[in-house]
């Protein structure tokens, strides 16, 4: 086994990074078993990039997001690198980051865990802290998986599991899967955003042609408190595919517990 660390793979994720991007995270690599593994608790100001085909091992340890000395952190703060990715019993937060809006193109927007174009699985992790503060900026969801297309005609489908995961104070989303994907979105306990005085804040997103499968988990919910029109939701789902949302238990004080806008879908034994 090699031990390495991962400044080299946190500037492949977003070239337009500065050089002199720092993390204090180190794995250990072994690439028969296609894992690297984190070797303690440590702070990153850019995104760790998960290679093609390799589970990121926690083994129990957190990951934290800080600003880099000058400038903002940017993007997400564990990233797909390829078209498979795993990740498993680590926990992804941050501290300190600045209200700052990233612009979407390109895409710097915060998340705690992002896979897009890849399929994979997230499993036994927690994503706790994923914000800027008293922050209105759209971004700041804890995971999210994303494919390209995001209107018909889709593509090619990735398919990802999002199991027994520990989700709170997010800025925007808990969990989202957009665009040409299938989820399995099973046993996670999401808390409410931490900002929702500042945004109208989501738990769980299928939109834009997501399909899959949402059951059994226990989701805080969020209501937005600002003046306006707006509404928070538990569970959006939005010009998605085939849903089902079977046996969630939604508590807490949600202005909406389940918002479906699209067609098809199976709903059933949801407690709200």
């Known amino acids: 086994m090699v031990v390495f660390a991962v400044f080299a793979l946190s500037l492949a994720v977003l070239p337009a990074m500065s050089a002199d991007a720092a993390t204090s995270c180190v794995f250990v690599d072994d690439p028969v078993a296609m894992t690297?593994?984190?070797?303690?608790?440590?702070?990153?100001?850019?995104?760790?990039?998960?290679?093609?085909?390799y589970t990121l091992e926690g083994a129990g340890y957190a990951i934290t997001a800080v600003d880099p000395p000058s400038g903002h952190f940017r993007g997400a703060v564990v990233a797909s690198g390829g078209t498979w990715a795993g990740v498993q019993d680590l926990t992804v937060t941050a501290s300190g980051l600045t209200n700052w809006c990233a612009p979407s193109s390109p895409d710097y927007r915060l998340r705690g865990i992002l896979f897009n174009g890849a399929s994979g699985f997230i499993s036994h992790s927690s994503v706790v802290g994923v914000n800027k503060g008293a922050s209105g900026c759209q971004a700041g969801t804890a995971i999210e998986v994303r494919n390209a297309p995001f209107y018909p005609p889709y593509g090619s489908r990735v398919s990802v599991q999002i199991t027994h995961n520990a989700i709170d104070a997010y800025q925007k989303t808990?969990?989202?899967?957009?665009?040409?994907?299938?989820?399995?979105?099973?046993?996670?306990?999401?808390?409410?955003?931490?900002?929702?005085?500042?945004?109208?804040?989501?738990?769980?997103?299928?939109g834009y042609g997501a399909t899959g499968t949402v059951?059994?988990?226990?989701?805080?919910?969020?209501?937005?408190?600002?003046?306006?029109?707006?509404?928070a939701t538990a569970v959006l789902v939005q010009n998605a595919g085939v849903v089902v949302l079977e046996s969630n238990h939604i508590v807490g004080n949600s202005d909406v517990g389940i918002f479906v806008l699209a067609d098809g879908g199976t709903y059933v034994k949801n407690h709200v």
């Open 36 to 53: 690297m593994t984190l070797q303690g608790d440590c702070t990153t100001d850019a995104t760790i990039t998960i290679p093609d085909g």
């Open 174 to 206: 808990g969990i989202v899967a957009n665009g040409s994907v299938d989820v399995l979105i099973a046993h996670n306990t999401l808390g409410a955003s931490a900002t929702q005085a500042n945004l109208a804040a989501n738990g769980i997103q299928l």
């Open 215 to 231: 059951l059994l988990n226990q989701v805080a919910g969020n209501e937005w408190l600002g003046a306006s029109s707006y509404a």
